[in-house]
């Protein structure tokens, strides 16, 4: 093959890799960076190993670090652990399915705690496109739950309500971006509060006393 063969065949390559880019979020033939434009959203274009390769900052919501500093980093490096695990898993799941994934976490931030949901979008064999929505307003107030024999916060409710459905400590860490380990902490703090015997005795006698829907 001749250098302008070759430079046609890479050519189309490269504008099948945009069009596919821009296919995956409703966007034909755009690249990736147009629809990084064309969004109002935070953003970030991360690779398989979650590394930051392109940031997009969104009107009135703060980075959790200095922009200047994510690029070329590790989600690992950046995030607390927890939040970073369930992220990385969120991204290696889009690549491998193909499939938009959404994460929900939390981030200590200079005002308080923030809730963010990100929507993991896989953007062809080793990229993701990562769009990030604070509803921090919106969320459930981090308040104790009123009951007369027990005090339980809304982080450990999540937690409770996540074990009612069945779903393994792994499952709810990665559902509520935190470790395993931080799940078994509240599941403890849920049992001791509620003198219940198990996980599942707990969850039972919250949703019969009305504490879960």
Do not use: C
């Not at 755009?30 to 190993?49: Q, T």
């Not at 997009?56 to 950046?78: F, S």
């Not at 990385?88 to 994934?101: H, S, Y």
Request: without cysteine; charged residues 25%; aromatic residues 4%.
């Amino acid at each position: 093959m001749s250098l302008e063969q070759d430079g046609m065949a890479n050519g189309k390559h490269f504008k099948q890799r945009r069009v596919e880019r821009g296919q995956a979020l409703g966007m034909p033939g755009a690249s990736s960076s147009e629809v990084l434009a064309a969004i109002p959203d935070m953003m970030f274009r991360m690779d398989g190993d979650g590394r930051y390769l392109e940031f997009k900052p969104a009107k009135d919501m703060e980075p959790y670090v200095p922009p200047e500093t994510i690029l070329g980093r590790r989600m690992h490096d950046v995030l607390p652990e927890g939040v970073a695990d369930s992220g990385l898993a969120a991204v290696k799941a889009a690549i491998a399915t193909g499939e938009a994934q959404t994460v929900i976490y939390e981030l200590p931030m200079g005002d308080g705690p923030h809730q963010y949901e990100a929507r993991v979008v896989p953007l062809g064999e080793d990229e993701v496109l990562i769009i990030i929505r604070d509803f921090t307003e919106n969320a459930l107030p981090t308040r104790p739950v009123s009951h007369p024999n027990y005090s339980i916060s809304q982080r450990e409710m999540s937690v409770l309500a996540s074990v009612a459905l069945g779903l393994t400590d792994k499952q709810i860490g990665y559902k509520l971006g935190i470790s395993p380990d931080t799940v078994r902490k509240h599941v403890a703090s849920v049992r001791k509060k509620m003198g219940a015997s198990s996980r599942t005795e707990a969850s039972v006698r919250a949703v019969r006393e009305g504490l879960l829907p």
